[in-house]
Structures are given as C-alpha cells and as structure tokens.
C-alpha cells in the first residue's frame, strides 16, 4: 500500500513539471561582470519545423547592478545563414529602485520575452549571440564592464494552444 502511495506521488510530481521547456542553459560571467566585447553564443537544433516556440532571453543580476534598465543585442542565425538582430530594451528595477524578477536576497532572475510565436522552419543549428549595448547617458562609448550580471540564459518553450 505504502509503495503504490509513494508511486502515485512520483508520478503527479513529474506530471507536474513543466514539459513545455524544449531548452535552458546559462552562461555565467566572471566576478558578475559582463564585459562589452563578450558576446555570449548559444546554439540550439533538432527543433520542430512546424510547432511554435516562445524564446527568452534570462537574466540574473545581484545588487551591484547600477542601472534600472538593460539593453542588448541580438543575433539569431538560421542554418541558411540568415541573420535576424534585435536591438533590446527590459526593465530590471521600478522607479522606486525595486528589483524586478523572481528571488530573494541580493540575487534576482528576470525571464524576457525575446521572441513569441516563433517557427524554426528549417532543420540544422540555430545560434543566437546576445550581448549588452549599455551607456550612461549622454555618453557615445558603451560601458566597458558592466557589473551585476551574474549569469545570462536562453530558454525555449513550446507555445501549445
């Protein structure tokens, strides 16, 4: 009895999880700096041709993250080399100073939209390069280091209707 309880249980956990995550992965930045020339890569295939994908770009910061905003760049390369760029704005603050995302502590997890609806119409490998464009204002250069981010993820999820 005790055993096909403790069965029963196991399976609604692992029913419960959410099977729409196709693909997560993170890259974590040295000492919670993200310096302007690197450009983080991930490279993700064998995606359906005809199913709708939502991708989001994550992002954790800590509470050396000076800004309330992040901007970046991002490249989105197709198996026939075309290559997709999006210029980016997320607000990572309130106007009060109150971190957005999920956390407790000094370390918080914002989950952005980067593309909705999204079909990989072609199979082979799809890369996407994603890089910060921040500047104080009024200021031409972009900052060099930018510090308080402490990692930068890609997420893909099935859009099932």
Known sequence: M????LF?????????????????EYKSLNGAVWNKEEVLEFSFSEMDT??????????RNDNTFPY????LITSLSTPEGEVL????????????????GKGSGSLK??????????VFPTSG???LEVSHAMRKNGNVQGIIALEGITDVGLEITKNNP
């Open 50 to 59: 005809v199913q709708e994908y939502n991708l989001f770009i994550n992002v």
């Open 125 to 127: 490998v799809y890369t």
């Open 85 to 100: 760029q999006d210029t980016l704005e997320y607000n990572m603050a309130l106007p009060d100073g109150t971190w957005l």
């Open 2 to 5: 005790r055993s096909s309880f």
């Open 109 to 118: 997890e914002n989950k952005l939209w980067y593309k909705e609806n999204i």
């Open 8 to 24: 029963t249980c196991i399976i609604l956990f692992l029913s419960s999880c959410n099977s729409k995550v196709v693909s997560s």
């Open 68 to 71: 309330s905003n992040l901007f």
